[in-house]
């Protein structure tokens, strides 16, 4: 079995709810170390756990005052995707190629974490953008059209063989939709529209960000997702 066949298996046996091989040779050496290729995968969060969150006022502050973070499920997906990227990469040094683990862990062992400036060199969201998975939004989250922002996802950087698949980037499709700017509390959001060449800063400012989850759960396209009927 050829490795990208190996790297299927490996992953599907995890249950990723979606799985993406993208070519970044064309990116910065900076962003991607010298690798050429990048292995995105995620998943997304139940339908009953955002609603859960979205009936439960100040859920997260909640959540941290109660001491249940262990048990919460995009903390747990968030932990599981982490741990699958920094297992994949072990498995692909197995097969005698390189692989690089983007988990949070292996990010700021490996110094590619700047804290201060909340920044990774090549965010899963430029993978995510690059394989056409969705597009980001005004909360300056990656949108899927089938999930919303309702996902947790990972990456791996490889020498490996892989046949790659990038998409053109995706426009934002928020239109003059700005619910997550209204109803981010900490007021973080100012509801402008993502382009290539819109700094992060402008869409959000992270430092008053209080990681509420709300931009997540109160999208529309969120909403749509865990509305739909269960099958
Ligand atoms: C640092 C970090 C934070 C920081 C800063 C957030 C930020 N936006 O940068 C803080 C602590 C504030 C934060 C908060 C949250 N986070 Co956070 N965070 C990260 C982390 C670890 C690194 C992100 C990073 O490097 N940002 C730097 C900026 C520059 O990049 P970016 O905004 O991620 O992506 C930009 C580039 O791709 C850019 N871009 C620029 N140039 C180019 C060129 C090309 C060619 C392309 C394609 C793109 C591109 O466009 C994007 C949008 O600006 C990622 C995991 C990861 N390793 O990617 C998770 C991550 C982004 N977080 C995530 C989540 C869910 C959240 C929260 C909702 C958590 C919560 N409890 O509320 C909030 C939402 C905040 C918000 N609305 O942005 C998810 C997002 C999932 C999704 N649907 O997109 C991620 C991917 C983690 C995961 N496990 O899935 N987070």
């Not at 005052?65 to 297992?87: G, I, L, P, Q, Y």
């Not at 791996?156 to 046949?163: C, E, F, Q, R």
């Not at 993502?194 to 969120?222: E, Y």
């Amino acid at each position: 079995m050829i490795i990208q066949e190996q790297i299927q298996s490996f992953l599907n046996a995890k249950g990723v709810d979606f799985l993406h091989y993208i070519d970044i040779s064309k990116l910065s050496f900076e962003q991607t170390q010298g690798f050429k290729s990048a292995v995105l995968f995620g998943k997304a969060l139940s339908p009953a756990y955002l609603k859960k969150v979205t009936s439960t006022p100040h859920y997260v502050a909640e959540m941290i005052r109660t001491k249940t973070v262990e048990s919460d499920e995009f903390h747990n997906t968030e932990v599981a995707t982490d741990t699958w990227a920094d297992e994949l990469a072990a498995f692909i040094k197995e097969k005698s190629y390189k692989g690089y683990s983007q988990s949070e862990k292996n990010i700021e062992q490996s110094g590619r974490y700047n804290v201060t400036g909340y920044i990774t060199p090549l965010p899963h969201k430029t993978l995510a953008l690059l394989a056409g998975l969705g597009w980001i939004g005004k909360n300056n989250l990656l949108i899927s059209p089938q999930y919303g922002s309702a996902i947790s996802m990972c990456s791996v950087l490889t020498n490996a063989p892989i046949t790659c698949d990038n998409h053109r980037i995706l426009q934002p499709q928020c239109g003059h939709c700005s619910i997550c700017q209204e109803i981010c509390e900490a007021h973080a959001i100012k509801g402008q529209l993502w382009s290539l060449t819109t700094h992060r800063d402008a869409i959000v400012d992270v430092k008053q960000c209080s990681t509420c989850f709300m931009c997540v759960v109160k999208c529309p396209h969120t909403i749509r997702h865990f509305n739909k009927p269960q099958l």
